[in-house]
């Protein structure tokens, strides 16, 4: 309560209008004990324009919804934050990384395989399908298809390697790719006979469906159809 109150260290472009202290503790005491409010209720309780309602929600640091289009808020004291920085009210659902975009940049980033667009609906408590076509090329994201299902990795090189490498390891080489993708495969090795595994993954079909080239390589060696790598010998 005393960090809200007392954080009035404001920058000069942001001079907020006075706004009565007693005022301001009991309004502080009212959206801590509500955990969740929306902005209505908090010019409501401050009695404030428009632009001072954001200014004291921007130097509380408060919280902001990232479903529910934004509209929710919550005090910074407020939430008790689950291992993946993710906390809920009832519905509403708020991360201590802010937007539902860097909690996914953060979650793919931290898994320890990828994950998975169910994998991450199931975290976020929300349908893959509402949010996950907004982040098929945003930085810090690298979306490829293993055993048929695309698949979320960090774009770092060390780190995608890493997560590649454990979901290998926990699927066995030559499953990681489904019956339409094993034929797309074969008609590219009959079209193209002395083809690379590398050179294989960027031909524009395959690269189109997002296949790695260490999933086709797998494939291959299962069925006695092992291809050379660069700097290999045949």
Request: one cysteine or more.
């Amino acid at each position: 309560m005393l960090y809200i109150v007392h954080n009035i260290n404001y920058a000069k472009k942001d001079v907020m209008p006075i706004i009565d202290r007693e005022r301001i503790i009991k309004a502080c005491i009212v959206l801590k004990k509500k955990k969740v409010f929306d902005f209505p209720l908090l010019l409501l309780l401050l009695d404030c324009s428009v632009r001072t309602g954001r200014l004291k929600l921007k130097h509380w640091n408060a919280y902001t919804s990232y479903n529910k289009n934004g509209q929710y808020y919550t005090l910074p004291e407020v939430p008790r934050f689950d291992e993946n920085g993710l906390w809920r009210y009832q519905d509403i659902c708020f991360s201590k990384y802010g937007t539902l975009k860097n909690t996914v940049v953060h979650l793919i980033g931290t898994s320890s395989s990828g994950l998975t667009g169910n994998q991450l609906g199931a975290i976020v408590g929300l349908s893959p399908r509402s949010f996950l076509h907004h982040f098929r090329d945003i930085s810090g994201i690298r979306r490829e298809k293993h055993q048929g299902v695309y698949v979320y990795f960090s774009d770092d090189a060390d780190r995608y390697k890493q997560q590649v490498i454990n979901r290998l390891e926990a699927v066995p080489l030559g499953e990681q790719m489904s019956d339409a993708d094993a034929v797309l495969i074969l008609v590219a090795l009959i079209k193209h006979h002395d083809i690379t595994v590398d050179d294989l993954a960027k031909l524009p079909e395959v690269k189109a469906n997002n296949l790695c080239a260490t999933v086709i390589d797998g494939y291959l060696k299962r069925h006695g159809l092992g291809k050379k790598t660069p700097g290999s010998k045949r």
